[in-house]
C-alpha cells in the first residue's frame, strides 16, 4: 500500500480565514513532507518533518505553520494567506533514509484558493 | 546550488519510443528519481537510479552517468494514456528532492 490521504480536495478561503489542511499515511513512514505546487511549475518543498521533529524549513512565512501530531498524520495550518499562495498544496512521506530506500509517495494534494 | 534542466515540451506518435533527458548540476548527490504527473494529480514514483547504467521496468527504463550529470527516461509502445509531464528530481544529500521544471509529454494518434 503506498497511499497517502488529503483532506479536503479543494479549498477555498478568504484572506482572514483561518484553516487546516490535513495528510495522513499508514505505510510506516517516519518522514513527511508538505510542497507547494504553482500551475505548470514543478512541486517546491516547504516543510519536512523526520520522527515527528520538523527538520527543514525553507524560509516559508509564517502565515504557514506545519503540524505533526504523530507519526501518520502531518497537518498545515492556513492563517492570514495571500492571493499568490493559491496553488496545489502535495503531502508525502517516505522511510527515513536516503536514495531509493527514501523514495517519496505523494497524496492527491488539496487545491487551495485564496480570495 | 542546484540546476536541472530538461526539455519543456515533447510530442509522440503511439506506439512509438521516445527518450526524455535530464542533465543537472547538484553540489550533493544522492539518487535521480523520475515521476509522472498527470495534469490536476499527484506526482507517481516510475523510477530510482543511483549507480550509473540502465534500470528497466516493463515500459519503462531510466539510465544514469554521474559523470556527465545526465539522465534519461524512456518510455517503449507509447499509449495515449503516457501523455503527463514527466519530472526528473535530484535527491541531494540532505535528502532533499529538487525537482526539474518537468517535461510535457503529447501522445498522437
Known amino acids: 500500500d503506498t497511499e497517502v490521504t488529503q483532506t479536503p480536495k479543494h479549498l477555498v478561503m478568504g484572506m482572514t480565514n483561518k484553516k487546516s489542511l490535513k495528510c495522513e499515511q499508514h505505510m510506516g513512514h517516519r518522514a513527511m513532507y508538505w510542497y507547494k505546487q504553482k500551475a505548470k511549475k514543478p512541486p517546491e518543498l516547504m516543510f519536512v518533518y523526520s520522527y515527528e521533529k520538523l527538520s527543514i524549513n525553507e524560509s516559508v512565512p509564517s502565515r504557514f505553520s506545519p503540524e505533526c501530531p504523530n507519526s501518520s498524520l502531518l497537518n498545515l495550518h492556513l492563517h492570514a494567506l495571500q492571493p499568490e499562495d493559491s496553488a496545489l498544496y502535495l503531502c508525502?512521506?517516505?522511510?527515513?533514509?536516503?536514495?531509493?530506500?527514501?523514495?517519496?509517495?505523494f497524496g492527491p494534494g488539496t487545491r487551495l484558493l485564496v480570495l | 546550488g542546484q540546476n536541472i534542466d530538461q526539455p519543456t515540451e515533447m510530442t509522440a506518435t503511439e506506439g512509438a519510443i521516445v527518450q526524455i533527458n535530464c542533465t543537472y548540476q547538484?553540489?550533493?548527490?544522492?539518487?535521480l528519481f523520475w515521476y509522472q504527473q498527470h495534469a490536476g494529480e499527484a506526482p507517481t514514483f516510475l523510477s530510482y537510479?543511483?549507480?550509473?547504467g540502465l534500470e528497466e521496468k516493463g515500459r519503462f527504463s531510466s539510465f544514469l552517468s554521474r559523470s556527465k550529470g545526465y539522465s534519461y527516461l524512456l518510455l517503449k509502445e507509447l499509449q495515449m494514456k503516457d501523455s503527463a509531464s514527466y519530472l526528473c528530481?535530484?535527491?541531494?544529500?540532505?535528502?532533499?528532492?529538487?525537482f526539474g521544471a518537468g517535461t510535457i509529454l503529447r501522445v498522437k494518434s
Open positions: 508525502a512521506s517516505s522511510q527515513e533514509g536516503g536514495g531509493g530506500e527514501g523514495t517519496q509517495y
Open positions: 547538484t553540489s550533493g548527490f544522492n539518487g
Open positions: 537510479n543511483v549507480l550509473d
Open positions: 528530481a535530484v535527491c541531494d544529500l540532505r535528502n532533499k528532492l529538487v
